[in-house]
T-cell receptor
Framework: EAQVTQNPRYLITVTGKKLTVTCSQNMNHEYMSWYRQDPGLGLRQIYY???????DKGDVPEGYKVSRKEKRNFPLILESPSPNQTSLYFC????????????FGPGTRLTVL | QKEVEQNSGPLSVPEGAIASLNCTYS??????FFWYRQYSGKSPELIMF????GDKEDGRFTAQLNKASQYVSLLIRDSQPSDSATYLCAVNMGTGFQKLVFGTGTRLLVSP
């Protein structure tokens, strides 16, 4: 089944404790992206990657890191999480370009205490 | 700042009625437009996409695009309670690459 998977789905952590949210896709997509979704603010892009070893900042990159060492994986790293990073996070992938849809993972609900 | 604007709603319609969801965008050069449906706590899923001015129909859904007015809409005919969800308008604002900018979504409530 073609899909985007994320782990963990739910995470409660404390301020400053490094964490990684994994994202993997099996559709051979070149493009991958991370979003956060907050009430009233919609989906905002954190980072994106156009291909292996090619990443760039989205609209809200502060406090996050990413890497793209393999085509299928695009982990999101929070080196020192803070309460304002409490959010619902989505990973998405596509074939890139202007006309292809993005497929979303199931989401990761993160709470930082 | 490139923006996509949607009325947050909720938009309430009775079962069987037509629901009309609207979206405006700021980047005149945008070429592709997507409507996603998102149920509470779930991930967005694509309903329709449109690239050309005019209407595009798919079953009960019709997307309408007017690039001159920077306006895109989604009509849902014969609305069903299962259509109750938040509808996200997404506009690709990248030039030759993918840069989706999402609206905050319109919540649709279809009452039986």
């Amino acid at each position: 089944e073609a899909q985007v998977t994320q782990n963990p789905r739910y995470l409660i952590t404390v301020t400053g404790k490094k964490l990684t949210v994994t994202c993997s896709q099996n559709m051979n997509h070149e493009y991958m992206s991370w979003y956060r979704q907050d009430p009233g603010l919609g989906l905002r892009q954190i980072y994106y990657s156009m291909n292996v070893e090619v990443t760039d900042k989205g609209d809200v990159p502060e406090g996050y890191k990413v890497s793209r060492k393999e085509k299928r994986n695009f982990p999101l790293i929070l080196e020192s999480p803070s309460p304002n990073q409490t959010s619902l996070y989505f990973c998405a992938s596509s074939f890139g370009g202007s006309y292809n849809e993005q497929f979303f993972g199931p989401g990761t609900r993160l709470t930082v205490l | 700042q490139k923006e996509v604007e949607q009325n947050s709603g909720p938009l309430s319609v009775p079962e069987g009625a037509i629901a009309s969801l609207n979206c405006t965008y700021s980047d005149r050069g945008s070429q592709s437009f997507f409507w996603y449906r998102q149920y509470s706590g779930k991930s967005p899923e694509l309903i329709m996409f449109i690239y050309s001015n005019g209407d595009k129909e798919d079953g009960r859904f019709t997307a309408q695009l007017n690039k001159a007015s920077q306006y895109v809409s989604l009509l849902i005919r014969d609305s069903q309670p299962s259509d109750s969800a938040t509808y996200l308008c997404a506009v690709n604002m990248g030039t030759g690459f993918q840069k989706l900018v999402f609206g905050t979504g319109t919540r649709l409530l279809v009452s039986p």
